[in-house]
């Protein structure tokens, strides 16, 4: 949906949303009710989490459910609160409400047409035009007690948090659908449009600028998604860490994509009629809703921090291990490029735990994009693999050849071995201010530069694929 259209995509996403709370927080007589309903009368949900005054921080919402007592039973809450920024807020038929109970934070079911419910106007966005945004107030509000979803108060965060690992994944999967829109139409263009003499898809430095790098982290976001998908569905649980890597990623890469997609066009790419600029608008908003890029990666970096200190430091070396091992069965996939980013990650956050780093938010936050990238490498190793050895999920996307995802493994690899090599040595040394003794060794930055060898005879292959040259 997301790369035909991320706006009508975006109106769909808030119905699942909306659900969510009913979905994981209903008693089984409530989902029955309200999702039969959803299904037989194809309603439209709005989820409102998000307030003026709590946007990341939902734990500081102000709207408020007080309970109304019948003989001394609650028989109803009145709500009053207001909502911003709400998806479909301006056409919900039905929308869960995230209020504070005398009990803590809670999700509420309330119907189109209950009285003190109104909305803002429409929000006027810079992209996704085509999805209603606006604020929903709410002025004693009251709903019947069963209403209450799960009919006990204060579970709302848990709730929220329960769905996280999948809304974002789907989020994930806007910014890949959007990026890969945006850069197809680049891809399209570079084969027609001829300057200095041959078209643009023949001249390496724009390919290798503009279009081949945006497809390899396209493709390592997929690799994660659909990763996490897979063990979602086999009920490995919430995964919300995986979610938030997934988005932080792919949102990131889609939005870099569809930038880059705008400069491949030139001047046209400024203007409506090539679509790329609008693509731009519309993928920029998915580094932003269901949790900023920035809170992705303190959550990224918090949960995994925790693995580290559970491990005495060993996380990531135990899983370079696994990466060592695959290499050694299939050398073509970039493993052992992986497996180096995964040991140098393993040292930058030993480093960063000696020295007591992570009270700065910035080394956190930090730590939260190495990991982000150094899991989507590994993910699109293991997917180059499982191409080779045909063992792609049947419903995987299949657009490129095994050994067009080994090259984008290798370089996807390399250029992480580098990156957390190169970003931890900066951050560690800039947050010590001293240089730490024998890091670069403990980071085998030797081995890493030695690595690198053959990056660009593989964007060559990469680029022959993406226009059909081999
Ligand atoms: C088009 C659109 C549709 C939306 N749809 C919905 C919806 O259907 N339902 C719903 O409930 N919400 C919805 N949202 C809200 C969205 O999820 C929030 O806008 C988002 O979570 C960020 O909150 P905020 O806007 O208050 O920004 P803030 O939280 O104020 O963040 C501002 C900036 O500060 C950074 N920041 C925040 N906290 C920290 C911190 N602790 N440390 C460091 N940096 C920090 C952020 O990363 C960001 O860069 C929507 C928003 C938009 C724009």
């Known amino acids: 949906m997301a790369r035909i259209d991320l706006g009508v995509a975006t109106g769909v996403l808030a119905t699942f949303l909306g659900s969510d709370p009913i979905r994981v927080g209903g008693t089984p007589e409530q989902q029955a009710h309200w999702m039969g309903r959803l299904a037989e009368e194809g309603l439209l949900m709005a989820y409102g989490a998000t307030e003026p005054a709590a946007g990341s921080d ?31 807020g301006g056409f919900a038929d039905l929308y869960t409400v995230l209020a504070m109970a005398p009990g803590g934070p809670s999700w509420f079911v309330v119907e189109q047409g209950t009285e003190g419910l109104s909305h803002g106007q429409p929000e006027d966005k810079h992209g996704i035009r085509a999805s209603n ?65 041959s078209t643009l898809s023949e001249k390496q430095g724009y390919t290798h600028k503009l279009i081949v790098p945006h497809v390899i982290k396209l493709e390592a976001g997929r690799a994660y998604i659909e990763e996490t998908a897979r063990r979602i569905d086999d009920g490995e649980g919430i995964l919300n860490t995986e979610g938030a890597i997934a988005k932080y990623f792919s949102t990131e890469a ?36 269901e949790g900023t890029s ?32 695959l290499h050694s ?48 490498a590994g993910a699109l190793a293991m997917r180059a693999r499982d191409a080779i050895e045909n063992r792609l999920d049947e419903k995987a ?22 990156k957390v090599a190169a970003e931890g040595m900066k951050m560690v040394t800039g947050a010590q201010n001293e240089t730490s003794a024998g890091f670069t060794d403990a980071l085998h930055f030797g081995e890493i530069v030695q690595s690198q060898a053959g990056s660009i005879d593989d964007m060559n292959y990469i680029a022959d694929v993406i226009y059909g040259r081999n």
Not at 59 to 74: D, M, Y
Not at 146 to 171: C, I
Not at 405 to 416: D, G, N, P, V, W
């Open 58 to 88: 939902l734990g500081a919402l102000k709207t408020r459910a007080e309970p109304v007592r019948e003989n001394g039973e609650i028989g109803s809450y009145r709500i009053t609160g207001a909502k911003q920024w709400i998806s479909n």
């Open 133 to 197: 945004t606006a604020a929903v107030l709410l002025d004693d509000v009251e709903v019947p007690a069963h209403h209450l979803l799960g009919l006990v108060e204060g579970q709302g965060l848990v709730q929220a948090q329960r769905v996280f690992g999948y809304t974002r994944l789907m989020v994930a999967s806007f910014g890949l659908g959007c990026g890969w829109a945006a850069l197809d139409r680049a891809i399209d263009y570079s084969l027609e449009r001829k300057q200095a003499g």
């Open 254 to 289: 889609g939005n870099a994509a569809a930038e880059a997609a705008i400069q491949a066009h030139g001047g046209y790419g400024y203007t409506k009629e090539y679509m790329v600029e609008k693509m731009k608008r519309d993928v920029r908003i998915t580094t932003i809703y």
């Open 294 to 325: 920035e809170i992705m990666e303190m959550t990224i970096g918090r949960d995994r921090w925790q693995e580290h200190l559970k491990t005495r430091g060993e996380y990531y070396h135990d899983r370079a291990k696994g990466l060592e091992a």
């Open 329 to 376: 069965a299939r050398p073509e996939i970039g493993a052992g490029s992986a497996a180096l980013a995964s040991h140098a990650l393993a040292t930058v956050m030993e480093r960063c735990r000696i020295a007591r780093l992570t009270r700065n938010q910035h080394v956190l936050f930090k730590l939260g994009a190495l990991i982000a990238w150094t899991e989507c």
């Open 397 to 418: 996307d299949k657009r490129f050849s095994a050994d067009a995802l080994c090259a984008m493994a290798r370089i996807m690899s390399r250029e992480t071995a580098m």
